[in-house]
C-alpha cells in the first residue's frame, strides 16, 4: 500500500483497485500547474472514496462534490457536522459521528472522538489499520493559556485515547497533527500518542509548509522504535 502527502492534513491511500482521499483541503499543485490529485487520483482506476473529518475549511474543500461529475462513482464519507451547518446536502454523501461504524466490503471506516469539531478515522483497508487524526490533539497554548486550560485540554485528548484504545493497541500507519503554531509544546499530543499505542509508521501533518519543524518529530518516534516518514514536498508518496 501506498500513502501521498497532498497538503496539510490532505492524504491518499492507494491499493490495487482502490483509492482513498482523505481531507482534501488544497491540491498538490496550484493552477495553472496539475496536482496529483487532478492528475493521478481521480482518473486513477477502481474504487474512489473521500472522506472528510469535519467541516473546518483546512479539512473539508465543497470542491470535492464536483468530482463526482467526471467520477459518478465516487462514494464521500463526511462528518456529520458538515452536513449540520448546511454546507452540503443530505444525499450528497453518508456522514457518520463518533462511534459509528461504515464499510462496503472493501474499505472500513470507524469514527471516534475529536478535541476540536468532528471526528477522527480508524481505517481498514486490505489487512492495514491506519489512523488519521482530523482535528484530534492535545490542543494547548501552554503561553498563552492559563493552568486550569491546559489540564482541561490534556484531559479531553488522554480521554479520546482511552475510547481509542478499548479499541485498539496497534496501528501500521498514523497520520497526526504536528502543529508548530501551538508554540514549546507542539509536539505533545505526538507524543503522548505514540506513548500510548504501537504504531508502526507516523507521518505528521497540520503544519502547513513548516516541513522542518514537523520532521523534527523523528528522533522522538525513533527512540520509541517508530518508523518516521519526513516530508520534504506536496505530493511526495511513501509506503506502508
Known amino acids: 500500500m501506498k500513502g501521498i502527502y497532498i497538503y496539510h492534513s ?40 473521500v472522506l472528510a473529518s469535519h467541516v473546518h475549511a483546512d479539512h473539508f474543500n465543497p470542491e470535492v462534490l464536483t468530482w463526482k461529475h467526471s467520477r459518478p462513482d465516487i462514494q464521500y464519507i463526511f462528518s456529520k457536522d458538515i452536513l449540520e451547518v448546511g454546507h ?9 459521528e463518533k462511534g459509528n461504524v461504515w ?9 471516534f ?5 468532528g471526528i477522527s478515522f480508524l481505517l ?5 489499520t491506519v489512523f488519521h487524526a482530523g482535528d484530534l490533539n492535545n490542543w494547548h497554548w501552554k503561553e498563552e493559556s492559563t ?15 482511552d475510547t481509542l484504545a478499548r479499541r485498539t493497541d496497534s496501528m ?11 508554540g514549546e509544546d507542539y509536539m505533545l499530543g505526538a507524543k503522548q500518542f505514540i506513548d500510548r499505542f504501537r504504531v508502526g509508521t507516523f507521518v505528521p501533518m497540520h503544519f502547513d509548509d513548516v516541513y522542518d519543524k514537523a520532521n523534527a518529530f523523528r528522533e522522538y518516534a ?19
Open 172 to 182: 501500521d500507519l498514523v497520520m497526526f497533527p504536528v502543529d508548530p503554531r501551538l
Open 88 to 96: 452540503v446536502g443530505l444525499w450528497d454523501a453518508c456522514y457518520i
Open 10 to 49: 490532505g492524504f491518499a491511500l492507494l491499493d490495487e483497485g482502490v483509492t482513498v482521499i482523505i481531507d482534501y483541503y488544497k491540491d498538490s499543485a496550484n493552477p495553472p500547474l496539475t496536482g496529483v490529485v487532478h492528475g493521478e487520483l481521480l482518473g486513477r482506476p477502481g474504487k474512489l472514496y
Open 103 to 111: 464499510t462496503d466490503g472493501i474499505l472500513e471506516i470507524e469514527a
Open 124 to 128: 481498514r483497508l486490505r489487512g492495514k
Open 147 to 161: 493552568g486550569e486550560e491546559v489540564r482541561e485540554a490534556e484531559s479531553a485528548y488522554l480521554a479520546e485515547l
Open 222 to 240: 525513533g527512540e520509541r522504535g517508530v518508523r518516521f516518514v519526513s516530508l520534504e514536498y506536496k505530493g511526495e508518496d511513501f509506503m506502508i
Open 113 to 117: 472522538g475529536s478535541t476540536d469539531a
